[in-house]
T-cell receptor, first 107, second 113 residues
Framework: KNEVEQSPQNLTAQEGEFITINCSYS?????LHWLQQHPGGGIVSLFM???GKKKHGRLIATINIQEKHSSLHITASHPRDSAVYIC?????????FGAGTRLTVKP | NAGVMQNPRHLVRRRGQEARLRCSPM?????VYWYRQLPEEGLKFMVY????????ESGMPKERFSAEFPKEGPSILRIQQVVRGDSAAYFC???????????FGPGTRLTVT
């Protein structure tokens, strides 16, 4: 079993839909990261969180430390949100990555 | 304020040659991390360095791979005698301090022919 599990693996949505991507982990962590990998391959760090909830624009990330679970939400999705979203757990700089969720938002 | 820079962006090497990948961290960042993304696979941690020190190299293959982060200049990931299985995207990230947010570079895509 992978230490970091993401679901779904693939997700197709219509423009405007509310998106949720889930991440469960089985190891102790100091922080959890959500990354976005664009079709061109570049990686952008979206959030780093260790508790609670963070919001940047249309993106919201939550984490429940007791349940070892995090969610990434995208409100009012847009085709430019199409990318692979990667959950990574950080235990004092020992990073473990999920397999990623490939999101396609259709106009 | 430039972000993390990596060069080259694309590197083609024949089997048996050496590959040198460079990573310049963001200004003010003294921690560098290298990750590898094999084709159709997820990211994997390779090595974590501070200036002049290797802090954690638990993800580095035991042979042919080495990394350094000298007092002056970029961090270098060096792969000797490359093989086809080394073909991958290599990303570096930097942070200001340990456990601070990491910022990723654009990656170097290594192709071994």
């Amino acid at each position: 079993k992978n230490e970091v599990e993401q679901s779904p693996q693939n997700l197709t949505a219509q423009e405007g839909e509310f998106i949720t991507i889930n991440c469960s982990y089985s190891v102790g962590i100091s922080a959890l990261h959500w990354l976005q990998q664009h079709p061109g391959g570049g990686i952008v760090s979206l959030f780093m969180l260790s508790s609670g909830k963070k919001k940047h624009g249309r993106l919201i990330a939550t984490i429940n430390i007791q349940e070892k679970h995090s969610s990434l939400h995208i409100t009012a999705s847009h085709p430019r949100d199409s990318a692979v979203y990667i959950c990574a757990v950080d235990n004092n700089n020992d990073m473990r990555f999920g397999a990623g969720t490939r999101l396609t938002v259709k106009p | 304020n430039a972000g993390v820079m990596q060069n080259p962006r694309h590197l083609v090497r024949r089997r048996g040659q050496e590959a040198r990948l460079r990573c310049s961290p963001m200004k003010g960042h003294s921690h560098v991390y290298w990750y590898r993304q094999l084709p159709e696979e997820g990211l994997k941690f390779m090595v974590y360095l501070q200036k002049e020190n290797i802090i954690d190299e638990s993800g580095m293959p035991k042979e042919r791979f080495s990394a350094e982060f000298p007092k002056e200049g970029p961090s270098i990931l060096r792969i000797q005698q490359v093989v086809r299985g080394d073909s991958a995207a290599y990303f570096c990230a930097s942070s200001r301090r340990q456990n601070y947010e990491q910022y990723f570079g654009p990656g170097t895509r290594l192709t071994v022919t």
